[in-house]
């Protein structure tokens, strides 16, 4: 193993955004297992030193592998287009129209249905972000155009965390009451 490695060739995977979930989370547990820095206990203190540089790395990793959107953002910079959210925000006018009207359905949501409405909306757009995601970067190798896709991505998931956080104070209130 090279500390250098990509994260994809470190967990031994293609380099692409599709990935299998399960195989991830196997090669992770199969890595962990390889680099606890318990197992090299009797080489003394400098081996586990690596070794919990190692585990930190292992980890690091997946936690990029497994989110497709850290992976799709990864996938990117690795490719030469690096997202770069904090200093570029603009977007395609439909999808800030977009963004504007899911901002004022949350506003005006008076019920959970409301609310369950706009999750399935907001789940639809996101499932078809990754798919968009997909298909730019394992099929047409477009990179430039798929930094697009992941920072709509981004915006996307910042939005349905918004809604989660008020399906949540509802059902408290609910409970409260």
């Not at 400098?46 to 292992?58: D, L, N």
């Not at 980890?59 to 690795?78: F, G, I, S, T, V």
């Not at 970067?137 to 989660?164: N, P």
């Amino acid at each position: 193993m090279n500390l250098k490695s990509s994260d994809f060739e470190l967990f031994g995977l293609a380099t692409q955004f599709a990935q299998d979930r399960a195989a991830i989370d196997t090669r992770w547990k199969d890595l962990q297992r390889e680099a606890h820095p318990d197992k090299f206990a009797a080489q003394g203190a400098s081996a586990q030193r690596v070794a919990m540089q190692w585990s930190v790395r292992i980890n690091e990793a997946y936690q990029r592998l497994k989110d497709p959107l850290k992976r799709a953002a990864y996938l990117c910079e690795l490719n030469a287009a690096p997202i770069n959210a904090e200093n570029n925000t603009a977007m395609p006018k439909e999808f800030l129209l977009q963004q504007m009207a899911w901002r004022e359905a949350l506003d005006e949501a008076g019920s959970a249905a409301d609310l369950e409405d706009l999750r399935a909306e907001v789940t639809t757009a996101r499932r078809d972000a990754l798919q968009a995601c997909g298909q730019l970067m394992d099929q047409q190798k477009d990179y430039k155009q798929a930094v697009q896709q992941v920072r709509a991505l981004m915006f996307i998931e910042r939005f349905a965390s918004d809604v989660e956080t008020r399906l949540d104070l509802m059902d408290t209130a609910d409970r409260g009451q």
